[in-house]
């Protein structure tokens, strides 16, 4: 994500989010953030159709955001941004990838648990609205440098 995609990135915010959307001015102070800050966006013929952002301060990264557009929902969008997420979080050495996600968003908790998120806790109301928010983990193991095939130069 870049200044550019800034306005389609809200117009899409607002759409999503009615309720919690971010105001314009926090993706420019998020994107501003470079040393702390990964925020990406697909595209599908030249249009924006999903985004997300990350904040990783060692040893935790923490999902800020990740959006897809219903119409391209379960094409594979929202586990392609998750998955930069995690190596952008590896890249930067976290040891953990928190996020909070509504209590009431079922589609978004299968897609977590099939990456490995595990529940921690409840934060009560934590949504305008009053939906309880769902606090999830993955513990990123070390990568390791793969061993020498045997007998390979």
């Not at 924006?48 to 094409?75: F, H, N, R, W």
């Not at 939906?131 to 990568?143: E, F, K, N, S, Y």
Request: glycine share 6%; aromatic share 6%.
């Amino acid at each position: 994500m870049d200044a550019a995609d800034i306005p389609a990135v809200h117009e899409l915010e607002r759409r999503l989010f009615p309720v919690d959307a971010w105001p314009l001015q926090m993706f420019h102070d998020e994107l501003a953030q470079t040393d702390t800050r990964r925020y990406l966006v697909a595209e599908i013929r030249g249009g924006i159709v999903g985004y997300a952002g990350l904040m990783c301060i060692e040893p935790i990264s923490d999902v800020q955001t990740i959006a897809v557009v219903p119409e391209q929902e379960g094409k594979g969008i929202g586990s392609a941004l998750l998955t930069e997420l995690i190596m952008e979080s590896r890249r930067r050495r976290a040891q953990d990838v928190l996020l909070e996600v509504r209590a009431d968003n079922p589609r978004a908790q299968q897609l977590y648990r099939r990456f490995g998120f595990e529940q921690i806790h409840i934060r009560p109301r934590y949504y305008r609205d009053g939906v309880d928010a769902l606090i999830m983990r993955l513990q990123l193991q070390p990568l390791r440098p793969q061993p020498e095939e045997a007998g390979r130069p």
